[in-house]
């Protein structure tokens, strides 16, 4: 893609932002603990929401340090994840799908860039009904060091050819934020994690409840 002064990319983080999944998720973790009989703590989902399992498993719930044994119950983890929302089923949050189809329909360039594993990513786009939409996806195996760390971000803008300072963040973690703001980006955040105020406090420069506030003239703005 050659790329002009006006063009824009957006990245699109995935839980939290096209989805919210968490409930999923964080019951995915019980059925793991319970399955492997190992202790969770309370609050244990909030310290690693945002975070690689690779990091939550040896830091914040403190399963083991193995490598091997770490990957085996991350591993096992994202497929109760994967059968949960198969059970529950799942829809895009409010003005995902309005947004992407402006997107699309405006030949504008648009990714992925999230810590989840592809398998999730494609079984909840089937299960959402959005498949075909995104044509590249960053997810958890092409990266190697992860949010805050702005790798994710700087990939997926490399994969729709535009650079950094040029693309918009959809986020709704601190660390994506973070990871965001760090890798030139502007960042749009969003409240389905994090209360207003929180979000407001970071340098994000848009805080919305969803979608349905946003419109891609009104993000052109965010670069004049």
Same mark, same amino acid.
């Given at each position: 893609?050659?790329?002009?002064?006006?063009?824009?990319?957006?990245?699109?983080?995935?839980?939290?932002?096209?989805?919210?999944?968490?409930?999923?998720?964080?019951?995915?973790?019980?059925?793991?603990?319970?399955?492997?009989?190992?202790?969770?703590?309370?609050?244990?989902?909030?310290?690693?929401?945002?975070?690689?399992?690779?990091?939550?498993?040896?830091?914040?719930?403190?399963?083991?340090?193995?490598?091997?044994?770490?990957?085996?119950?991350?591993?096992?983890?994202?497929?109760?994840?994967?059968?949960?929302?198969? #059970?529950? =089923? $799942?829809?895009?949050?409010?003005? *995902?799908? %309005?947004?992407?189809?402006?997107?699309?329909?405006?030949? @504008?360039?648009?990714?992925?860039?999230?810590?989840?594993?592809?398998?999730?990513?494609?079984?909840?786009?089937?299960?959402?009904?959005?498949?075909?939409?995104?044509?590249?996806?960053?997810?958890?195996?092409?990266?190697?060091?992860?949010?805050?760390?702005?790798?994710?971000?700087?990939?997926?803008?490399?994969?729709?050819?535009?650079?950094?300072?040029?693309?918009?963040?959809?986020?709704?973690?601190?660390?994506?934020? #973070?990871? =965001? $703001?760090?890798?030139?980006?502007? *960042?749009? %955040?969003?409240?389905?994690?994090?209360?207003?105020?929180? @979000?407001?406090?970071?340098?994000?420069?848009?805080?919305?409840?969803?979608?349905?506030?946003?419109?891609?003239?009104?993000?052109?703005?965010?670069?004049?």
């Amino acid at each position: 893609m050659s790329q002009s002064d006006d063009v824009i990319g957006f990245i699109f983080d995935w839980d939290g932002v096209v989805v919210d999944s968490s409930k999923q998720h964080e019951e995915s973790w019980e059925r793991l603990a319970a399955q492997e009989g190992l202790p969770l703590f309370e609050g244990h989902f909030k310290i690693g929401f945002g975070k690689r399992n690779e990091w939550i498993i040896p830091n914040s719930i403190k399963w083991t340090e193995d490598p091997s044994e770490i990957e085996r119950l991350g591993d096992e983890k994202e497929r109760h994840y994967r059968e949960i929302i198969r #059970e529950t =089923g $799942l829809e895009p949050l409010p003005g *995902v799908r %309005a947004f992407l189809d402006s997107l699309q329909q405006s030949n @504008l360039p648009f990714a992925v860039g999230s810590s989840t594993p592809r398998e999730n990513i494609m079984a909840v786009m089937q299960t959402a009904g959005i498949e075909g939409f995104f044509s590249e996806i960053v997810a958890a195996k092409d990266v190697t060091i992860g949010k805050p760390n702005p790798e994710v971000f700087l990939k997926a803008a490399a994969a729709i050819g535009i650079s950094p300072e040029r693309c918009i963040v959809f986020e709704d973690s601190l660390s994506g934020i #973070e990871a =965001g $703001l760090s890798g030139g980006m502007k *960042v749009v %955040a969003l409240t389905t994690t994090n209360p207003r105020d929180v @979000l407001e406090a970071t340098e994000a420069a848009l805080v919305v409840d969803s979608f349905e506030e946003i419109s891609i003239e009104g993000l052109r703005s965010l670069f004049a």
